[in-house]
């Protein structure tokens, strides 16, 4: 089971990432652009649930390169990736570290910085 520490690790990896804190979570970004994220549910987001427990904590925002990219990931998520209403329309997924494999982890930290990264910094990460 990964941890924030993993994604922490992976993150770092990349060029160029820094690790903030944002309202008490842990935060990667490219070029101050945030790419994943350490994302807690507000009580609106439990609420939404109702009865349905929701799911474990820690979960993390992940970015996606648009909604279509989004729309794909979804169709046939890796185990752990979902979505909840407060993400309609909005291009990035959620991740139950809990339940995600390592490896389906790494894929998408590195897409999430794929797509926020400047086209010149990621063509260079994909050259070499």
Not at 73 to 99: N, Q, R, S
């Amino acid at each position: 089971m990964p941890t924030l520490d993993d994604v922490a690790t992976l993150a770092l990896e990349l060029p160029e990432v820094t690790e903030s804190e944002r309202r008490g979570s842990r935060v990667w970004s490219v070029r101050d652009k945030f790419f994943v994220w350490e994302r807690p549910f507000s009580k609106a987001d439990i609420k939404r649930y109702g009865d349905e427990k929701p799911p474990a904590l820690p979960v993390l925002g992940v970015r996606t390169d648009g909604l279509i990219e989004k729309e794909a990931i979804l169709a046939d998520p890796p185990y752990g990736v979902f979505t909840i209403p407060h993400f309609d329309g909005y291009a990035a997924v959620l991740v139950e570290l809990g339940k995600v494999a390592p490896a389906d982890l790494q894929a998408l930290v590195v897409d999430a910085w794929l797509a926020m990264a400047p086209k010149s910094l990621a063509d260079a990460y994909l050259a070499r």
